[in-house]
């Protein structure tokens, strides 16, 4: 299961405690540590992608370098949640204007970004983070293995 988790992780845990799904991920997460401890103590994992690419977004990337590495996942969210490189000018981040569009070419970027914050080389994140998906999604793990 794919939770939507942005502005809503004190309502989303009061659901799931009500109905648990076993494991999934808990996309654009943005909540506080707290938050983020009881979703991945009930078996998501959280997404991260562009947000955690702004110098402001302080608190999520902490939370990015924090987590255990086992409880993160990469997502562009494309084409919403541009990364910060995809915002040129003053006037169209005043706008809330990106400069291109976001897309799941913007990936390895995002990669990297979170790499360097938790310094750590990006082929090691990029195992990690596909392993926690397949580990959440084990039907995504399986369509996979399954192509020629």
């Known amino acids: 299961m794919i939770l939507h988790v942005r502005r809503s992780a004190d309502l989303l845990l009061k659901g799931l405690r009500q109905h648990p799904v076993g494991s999934g991920i808990a996309h654009a997460f943005n909540g506080s540590a707290q938050q983020a401890q009881h979703l991945v103590d009930m078996g998501l994992a959280l997404g991260f992608g562009g947000a955690l690419t702004y110098d402001r977004a302080l608190q999520l990337r902490r939370l990015a370098v924090d987590l255990p590495l086992e409880a993160l996942v990469l997502e562009t969210d494309a084409p919403d949640m541009p990364p910060h490189w995809l915002y040129q000018t003053a006037e169209q981040r005043a706008q809330g204007q990106a400069q291109g569009r976001n897309s799941p070419a913007e990936l390895p970027r995002i990669a990297q970004a979170l790499a360097e914050l938790r310094g750590l080389p990006i082929e090691d ?13 084990p039907k995504l793990a399986a369509l996979w293995q399954a192509l020629p």
């Open 125 to 137: 994140l990029a195992r990690a983070s596909t392993d926690n998906a397949w580990r959440v999604l």
